[in-house]
């Protein structure tokens, strides 16, 4: 079945690096996505990556997927207050790349 | 590029009532998603559309949520008659018919049942 897992709340300094961690269940997703949520406002994609990739890098962010664990993790480098926000992962389901699967998302808190 | 756009932003009903809310994709988008996102959890799939047809609507409750996309541009989603357990944010997306991987989100209506 399709599940995806998260961790619920991370509370870092301002400065330091942010690790999200999400854990999926489908083996044949084929791609897996980091959306962001702020307060009020609808989502908005961070980054994905493809099933057969490792990592995946793009400015302060690193996306590393270990297929065989099926977890996937969100970096982010020198976090700001701006990020701030909910982190979802979602993953692509099979039969229809189309149709994301969340997890419940993780309140990334920055503290100054 | 705009945005998608939803309206109402807000909206409050008393159970057993209707409602219904409106979707315009980006231009161009043949692809148009309607997801529920119950308070405290992630967004589900409720139905999406590839022009006016329905490829994937499992999810979605036909006893008392309908859809349409009569012209394949504009979607509206209905409830009738509404539940408590319906109060969730309703996000729309679109995304390009070959670029499902990318898919742009609405700011949502947030429905509040009571």
């Known amino acids: 079945g399709e599940d995806v897992e998260q961790s619920l709340f991370l509370s870092v300094r301002e400065g330091d690096s942010s690790v999200i961690n999400c854990t999926y269940t489908?083996?044949?997703?084929?791609?897996l996505y980091w959306y962001k949520q702020e307060p009020g406002a609808g989502l908005q994609l961070l980054t994905y990556?493809?099933?057969?990739?490792d990592m995946k890098q793009d400015q302060r962010l690193t996306v590393l997927l270990n297929k065989k664990d099926k977890h996937l993790s969100l970096r982010i480098a020198d976090t700001q207050t701006g990020d701030s926000a909910i982190y979802f992962c979602a993953e692509s389901s099979p039969s229809n790349t189309g149709k994301l699967i969340f997890g419940q998302g993780t309140t990334l808190q920055v503290k100054p | 590029e705009a945005g998608v756009a939803q309206s109402p932003r807000y909206k409050i009903i008393e159970k057993r009532q209707s409602v219904a809310f409106w979707c315009n994709p980006i231009?161009?988008?043949?692809?148009l998603y309607w997801y529920q996102q119950i308070l405290g959890q992630g967004p589900k799939l409720l139905i999406q559309?590839?022009?006016?047809?329905?490829?994937?609507d499992s999810q979605l409750p036909k006893d008392r949520f309908s859809a349409e996309r009569l012209k394949g541009v504009d979607s509206t989603l209905k409830i009738q008659p509404a539940k408590l357990e319906d109060s969730a944010v309703y996000l729309c997306?679109?995304?390009?018919?070959?670029?499902?991987?990318?898919?742009?989100f609405g700011p949502g209506t947030r429905l509040t049942v009571l």
């Open positions: 990556i493809f099933s057969n990739m």
């Open positions: 231009s161009g988008h043949a692809t």
């Open positions: 489908d083996s044949s997703s084929t791609y």
């Open positions: 997306a679109s995304s390009l018919e070959d670029r499902p991987d990318t898919q742009y």
């Open positions: 559309f590839q022009n006016n047809g329905v490829v994937d």
